[in-house]
């Protein structure tokens, strides 16, 4: 009897101490080839946005720390107090009601989670403002719960900011704004300014011996047809008497037959 009642009384310790386990949920094959349609479709993106600054906020880049300007002595016309604030909007297009997404970055490792509710047209779209370092965006592309199998990752999309150039509004890339190194958002490492110097001197260089050299060539043609004409100006002095004696025999045999036709 003692020994039916422990058996009993285990087996009710093993029941109450059971975790049930749900069997792991799968979509079917026409969903899934549902789900990787979609997910294909789905594109990561930025763009540079622009939005004005409140006065209290105006930036005169001369400042230490781009500490805001006195604003009672602030001309919003003056082009050297900054009035606007440059971003990126990073966008990704297709969502769908299917999926959600899980965005880090390699800048400060924030983490973000958007929803089908975040998007607008389909289009999950948030701005970035530290622009002062390359930026590696990572996008996961989970399956949501209107699918039969939720919480799966389906894709990872990649994003890549640039940074803002320390050098785009220095005197010298107004004046070469087509140096590679005067871009607004680059990608390259920063570079001290004497490196920044060495390199676009030797831009310069480089473009004014192109823009020289057409003239170059020009001179060394017009050089060789003179020379090429004063070391044979014999054989040029020569054809010209043949010319003029071939043109001279052949006037007078047209003089000599209209006189014989008049007769």
């Known amino acids: 009897m003692q020994k039916c009642l422990k058996m009993m009384f ?29 997910v294909s479709n789905m594109r990561g993106a930025y763009q540079e946005m622009e939005e004005p600054l409140d006065p209290n906020d105006y930036v005169s880049p001369n400042a230490e720390d781009n500490e805001p300007a006195d604003v009672g002595e602030v001309n919003p016309n003056d082009e050297e107090i900054l009035t606007t604030l440059s971003y ?7 969502m769908t009601d299917k999926f959600y997404l899980v965005v880090t970055n390699d800048y400060d490792d924030e983490k973000q989670t958007f929803y089908y509710s975040d998007a607008k047209d389909g289009i999950i779209t948030f701005p970035w403002y530290n622009l ?5 965006f ?13 919480n799966e990752l389906q894709r990872t999309i990649t994003v890549r900011t640039p940074r803002y150039n320390e050098f785009y509004e220095s005197v010298a890339c107004e004046e070469n704004p087509k140096f590679n190194l005067c871009q607004k958002f680059v990608t ?17 260089k480089v473009d004014d011996d192109n823009a020289d050299t057409p003239k170059e060539k020009d001179k060394n043609t017009l050089e060789e047809i003179k020379d090429f ?3 044979n ?16 025999v052949v006037i007078a045999v047209i003089v000599r037959k209209q006189r014989s036709s008049e007769l």
Not at 18 to 25: F, G, L, N
Not at 88 to 94: A, E, Q, R, V
Not at 132 to 136: E, G, I, K, L, R
């Open 88 to 94: 990126f909007d990073i966008s990704i297009t297709n």
């Open 229 to 231: 004409v004063a070391n």
């Open 188 to 204: 390259f490492d920063y570079i001290e300014s004497g490196e920044f110097q060495t390199r676009l001197d030797a831009y310069l």
């Open 233 to 248: 100006k014999y054989y040029f002095i020569g054809g010209g008497i043949a010319i003029l004696v071939i043109a001279g």
């Open 10 to 38: 285990a087996f009710w310790i093993s029941v109450m101490f059971v975790t049930p386990v749900d069997a792991a949920k799968t979509c079917s094959t026409s969903e899934q080839a549902e789900i990787n349609s979609q």
């Open 132 to 136: 002062d370092a390359v930026t590696t």
């Open 138 to 150: 990572t996008i996961e592309v989970y399956t949501s719960n209107n699918t039969g199998c939720p």
